[in-house]
Nanobody, 119 residues
Framework: QVQLVESGGGLVQAGGSLRLSCAASRSIFSIFFMGWYRQAPGKERELVAGISSGDRTNYADSVKGRFTISRDNAKNTIDLQMNSLKPEDTAVYYC?????????????WGKGTLVTVSS
């Protein structure tokens, strides 16, 4: 089991920046995948950015060049730096961790943090 706690959400004007952080309750050094997802009202949850073993990263097209995901194995955290925010970035942002346990894939989610971008 692992608990994930997100922080850093809030209200920001368009063009501004926020930094989200996700703290895991134990080591993330050997984790298969961690990522940030978001869900806007009336929409499905979507992947925003992910980081996998070997620090390979991937981003949704809508955030490329504006968002950066990073991990700190010493602190057991992953961060999402969000720049040039747009009103359409408004959503609840969730942290996800994927762990491989033998042949099983374990998925863990945080409770989310709200990001609101005003125009």
């Amino acid at each position: 089991q692992v608990q994930l706690v997100e922080s850093g959400g809030g209200l920001v004007q368009a063009g501004g920046s926020l930094r989200l952080s996700c703290a895991a309750s134990r080591s993330i050094f050997s984790i298969f995948f961690m990522g940030w997802y978001r869900q806007a009202p009336g929409k499905e949850r979507e992947l925003v950015a992910g980081i996998s073993s070997g620090d390979r990263t991937n981003y949704a097209d809508s955030v490329k060049g504006r968002f950066t995901i990073s991990r700190d194995n010493a602190k057991n955290t992953i961060d999402l730096q969000m720049n040039s925010l747009k009103p359409e970035d408004t959503a609840v942002y969730y942290c996800k961790l994927v762990e491989l346990v033998g042949v099983n894939v374990m998925n863990y989610w945080g409770k989310g943090t709200l990001v609101t971008v005003s125009s």
